[in-house]
């Protein structure tokens, strides 16, 4: 008890870990449940991709693999992993960011300029959110048609990934903006600074963290996008990871192994990554009215 | 609040390339939807117009619609429940946990994971005793046999067992963003709180949730988004089926708009889905803000 | 409206500029020389082409992918200047984006779709260019077999090549019967009824059915519609000499909710899909599978392969003719008639379709095809089981289209899902013919 008491910072911050030890051993028990049921996937996926397809139909929820079908992978990479995931990763980071460029300039605009339009531009997003993409694939294409040169490049799903990215991030970021202090902003400018420059040197390194909650939920939009891409990209130079996915689909046959270990070598380093960094994610991650 | 007074350029400089993009590609289409949905239109062939005979045949003799619309709000109202509870475990980690960022790191796994693999788990599963599903095979063990259930295939429970996945998959989401707003509270506040004799769960009910409520609010419109759209899961694991038992929204959008060859018609439940997401979050955004005054 | 989509194409293209310069991002797209149906380039000088093939042959293991690839492969040595790009889909995706591209008249040089009714509407809008002087090109209209052209015909033109010619018969396997001490394959309706319930009663699965895709169901549906009407009833209800009313309907729905109540199918239909259901047959939990002759070949090479047989769908109430069939012309190449370059398309299409019928004899999947095969199945190593498959296939006479190649895809869409609610619950009959006929008059 006493040790825990000067053990201190971290006890202030967690105020009460000196609580009875059952109520403590009680949640540890509810937490550690939890975490077994939602990482039990990833081992499943990773027993699934060395799996033949008869083992993975047969549809036991807990068998090990018989022998292990390392051909899964061979067919994975076969099926221009490589190409796909560098077409993958471009298309994510380049829509990232434009979101964010983007998408911070109209919310700096829409709280902290002083025009009419303001409140209307921000409804014209807010109506935005909820627009299922199933309905626009079409209109899209004719529009994309009559541009020369677009339909079929990266840039064909590139700029509807950033245009539906754009109004949560204006959400999530105007949100967050509202809170600044409006005299740090008129402090700079009276010292001469440009509108561009408070944006850039003062207003975007204070909004870090809604940013990476707006990375976050790009990221996990687009990673997996399948039905915008497969009507935009025809030819295998621009393909993305779920093209590769889905290649293992058709129409009187499925090669489940080969999908699972695809998605294996799609999800594997993302996760990595992502426990790597997510320190400096959950840090970073913040919005709102917190820091006000 | 007093705003920053900017010439008209700036204005335009730091708006129009997104809005321009914006109003184009997500605008635009809406616009052109509801063109098309006064229409009687296979997508290749001729047009005839019909007025807004697809939405009284979509609202009075659409037998499909109404079940899907109550699905999917019934998912929107769940999802919405899910995040208090997030909120909860959320607490509860950065009270007793040492290392909490790797327990919600290794929460937000089934997020990343493609739904055609949560898909292919899911009916392992639920899947029949005798193909091995996981449930009732457990059941079965445990001598409860009449508990067991083809959980995908019966029309009144299909649904839930649909959503109750939906809600494992995205827990780890709503967790990460409640536990972020939570831990990024200056720990002064806390201290301070503790002076006055608030500790624990006294302490969260004042300081914590408070100070949440606008990161609570990014949950919710985000768990409401998400149900409304929710459409791959589905396709995934159901098709929408046993006979439209667990058609939503969006599937039944889509099967009219592709499998049916009605684009005048999908495109009119498409408006239709526009129009109560917007009405939705407007009332969400409302009752916040209200909230949000209240608070602060 | 096609103003408008201009216009909005040049604010578009206003905007593009301005956002990629507003993200600060030079990456200039240097590769942009691709032909997407060959619309957006012009092709600088006539030697060099580009034809986009779309297809639904992605999983580059299976032997349809492989033979595909040959072909092209060969063409390419060829024809070096002409490149043949492959946009391989799976086939949900492939129809939804075709779909969308046919709105937007953007269909690819080569695409797939499916015969009769299916493609009635691309043709109709005139997306689809004739192949009539193409297959009479190095005699490869007869290459085809008998009357298999018809249905991809509108007009006394042909619009499309089909890579198959199927025919749906019950698989079944042959020790499963024996443990269960059923002596014979059954010939009628009842014996069929009886096997499932010795079957049953034995713990063995009687039949499987990867309902989830809704047309399997409707698939054998059919069939028993072929037997207790004979061939024609859904072309009678568009002449308007019969309706969904009509006692040969409602018998054949009768009919097959005997065999879901009898338990014929594997709990969980509804949620299975194709492949899955096809697996429990393949691996013997199943004794019988009633599917399109496509799936020969699978079987052929799982582990109960060698105890698969196949026998005729039965007789129905001592109705019907055994030796008429469901129909399944299979999915056909059409070229599209906007393309910019039409005659090196159909010159390649040409080449594809001649050399089709030998490349897909040696990879041993030529018995299900539409094109005659020259040489012998049995000295190639073809499995008895294949031959029995080709046997049936040659001593065809007649049937019928599946329900979703005859009629509108909306009337389909319907009749597809009241097919899988037999599955979950009881129906009567006249209700089920009425919500059909209601289907196809609202959507004529």
């Known amino acids: 008890m006493n040790q825990a008491l000067t053990s201190s910072a971290a006890s202030l911050a967690k105020p009460a870990r000196k609580r009875v030890p059952i109520a403590r051993i009680s949640v540890l028990t509810l937490l550690g449940i939890l975490l077994v049921t939602q990482l039990y996937p990833l081992l499943w996926l990773v027993l699934y991709s060395l799996k033949s397809n008869e083992e993975i139909l047969s549809g036991k929820f807990f068998a090990l693999p018989k022998s292990l079908q390392w051909t899964n992978y061979k067919q994975a990479i076969e099926a221009h992993y490589w190409q796909y995931l560098y077409n993958s990763v471009f298309v994510t980071v380049v829509t990232m960011v434009c979101v964010i460029v983007l998408a911070s300039m109209v919310a700096y605009a829409i709280t902290r300029f002083k025009w009419k339009l303001g409140p209307v531009v921000m409804l014209i997003f807010l109506m935005g959110m909820m627009i299922p993409v199933q309905s626009t694939l079409l209109p899209i294409m004719m529009i994309f048609k009559n541009i020369p040169g677009l339909m079929g490049t990266r840039w064909s799903i590139i700029l509807p990934y950033i245009a539906y990215q754009t109004p949560i991030a204006v959400f999530i970021l105007s949100g967050f903006m509202r809170t600044i202090p409006l005299e740090i902003e008129e402090s700079a400018h009276m010292d001469g600074a440009s509108i561009m420059r408070t944006f850039r040197s003062i207003i975007l390194p204070i909004s870090v963290p809604p940013i990476v909650t707006v990375c976050i939920l790009t990221f996990i939009n687009i990673w997996n996008e399948y039905i915008l891409a497969a009507t935009f990209i025809s030819s295998a130079k621009y393909k993305t990871l779920p093209f590769g996915v889905n290649s293992f689909v058709s129409q009187y046959s499925s090669n489940y192994g080969a999908i699972g270990a695809y998605l294996v070598l799609g999800a594997l380093p993302v996760i990595i990554m992502y426990f790597v960094l997510s320190e400096k994610i959950t840090k970073g991650m913040v919005a709102g009215a917190v820091k006000g | 609040m007093n705003a920053l007074k900017v010439p008209a350029r700036t204005i335009a400089l730091f708006v129009l390339p997104c809005l321009l993009l914006y109003v184009c590609l997500v605008f635009v289409p809406i616009f ?233 018609y999908g495109s009119a439940i498409a408006i239709i889905l526009v129009i109560v997401c917007l009405v939705a979050t407007v009332i969400i955004n409302t009752a916040f803000n209200k909230l949000e005054k209240k608070i602060g | 409206m096609r103003k408008s989509t201009k216009w909005m194409s040049v604010a578009l293209a206003g905007a593009l500029t301005v956002s990629l310069a507003a993200c600060g991002s030079d990456s200039k797209d240097n590769e942009t020389n691709t032909s997407n149906g060959g619309s957006t380039t012009e092709t600088p000088k006539a030697e060099n082409v580009t034809i986009t093939f779309q297809n639904i042959y992605p999983d580059p293991s299976t032997p349809a992918a492989k033979i595909l690839d040959k072909i092209v492969k060969q063409y390419e040595a060829e024809h070096t200047n002409v490149k043949i790009e492959l946009d391989s889909l799976n086939t949900d995706q492939q129809k939804a984006k075709l779909k969308t591209q046919a709105a937007s008249k953007e269909v690819p040089d080569i695409t797939i779709v499916n015969p009769a009714a299916q493609m009635k509407d691309y043709v109709d809008a005139g997306l689809f260019a004739p192949l009539n002087d193409m297959l009479d ?296 013919g009425k919500e059909h006929q209601t289907a196809y008059d609202s959507n004529k």
């Open chain 2, 32 to 264: 052109y939807s509801m063109y098309t949905s006064t229409f009687d239109w296979n997508g290749i062939g001729v047009k005839k117009y019909i007025g807004l005979d697809n939405y009284v045949n979509i609202l009075y003799h659409d037998k499909v619609f109404w079940p899907a619309v109550k699905h999917t709000l019934l998912f929107a109202v769940f999802s919405m429940l899910e995040i208090p509870v997030a909120l909860l475990i959320a607490t509860l980690l950065n009270r007793y946990v040492r290392k909490p960022n790797f327990f919600v790191s290794a929460y937000f796994v089934p997020v990343i994971l493609s739904v055609v693999i949560i898909g292919q788990l899911w009916k392992t599963i639920y899947n029949p005793a005798s193909l091995g599903g996981m449930i009732n095979q457990t059941l079965d063990s445990l001598g409860l046999h009449s508990w067991t259930h083809s959980w995908l295939t019966e029309p009144d429970i299909a649904m839930y067992a649909l959503y109750f996945v939906a809600l494992w998959q995205y827990l780890g989401y709503h967790l990460l963003i409640q536990f972020t707003g939570i831990s990024n509270i200056p720990t002064e506040i806390y201290e301070a709180a503790k002076i006055d004799g608030a500790e624990g769960f006294k302490a969260d009910w004042h300081i914590t949730f408070p100070l949440v409520v606008p990161i609570f609010k990014i949950s919710i419109i985000l768990a409401f988004i998400g149900s409304l759209q929710s459409f791959d899961m589905i396709m995934v694991m159901t098709g929408g089926g046993p006979a439209h038992a667990t058609d939503v929204i969006a599937t039944h959008m889509y099967n009219m708009s592709f499998a049916s060859s009605k684009f005048g």
């Open chain 3, 137 to 432: 090109k190095n005699g490869l209209k007869d290459t085809f077999q008998e009357g298999i052209l018809n249905w991809y015909s509108f007009n006394d033109n042909v619009y499309a090549l089909p890579d198959g010619n199927n025919v749906a018969v019950m698989f079944y396997n042959k020790k499963l019967f024996a443990d269960a001490g059923i002596a014979a394959p059954p010939t009628t309706f009842e014996e069929l009824l009886a096997d499932v319930k010795i079957l049953k009663d034995k713990g063995i699965t009687p039949m499987v059915m990867g309902e989830k895709d809704t047309w399997t169901g409707s698939f054998l549906f059919m069939n028993i519609l072929l037997r207790t009407n004979g061939p024609g009833f859904l072309q009678s209800v568009v002449d308007g000499s019969k309706n969904f009313s009509d006692p040969a309907f409602t018998e054949a729905v009768d009919a097959f909710q005997q065999l879901v109540q009898a338990g014929a199918f594997q709990d969980g239909a509804t949620s299975m899909d194709y492949n899955a259901a096809e697996n429990l047959f393949k691996t013997g939990k199943s004794a019988m599978y009633f599917m399109g002759s496509w799936a020969t070949g699978a079987i052929d090479q799982s582990t109960i392969g060698p105890d698969a047989g196949v026998f005729k769908f039965p007789t129905v109430n001592g109705k019907g003719n055994t030796d008429e069939y469901m129909l399944a012309p299979g999915s056909a190449f059409a070229i599209s008639a906007n393309s910019k370059h039409v005659e090196a398309t159909k010159d390649f299409l040409n080449y594809f379709m001649l050399q089709f019928p030998k490349v897909s004899f040696d990879e041993k999947n030529a018995v299900t095809l539409a094109q005659k095969v020259d040489g012998d199945f049995a000295a190639a190593g073809y499995s008895p089981l294949q031959m029995e498959v080709a046997g049936i296939k040659g001593a065809v006479k007649g049937g019928d289209l599946s329900f979703d190649n005859t009629m509108n895809p909306a009337t389909s869409q319907v009749h597809l899902t009241s097919i899988q609610n037999l599955f979950v619950q009881k129906v009567d009959s006249a209700s089920v």
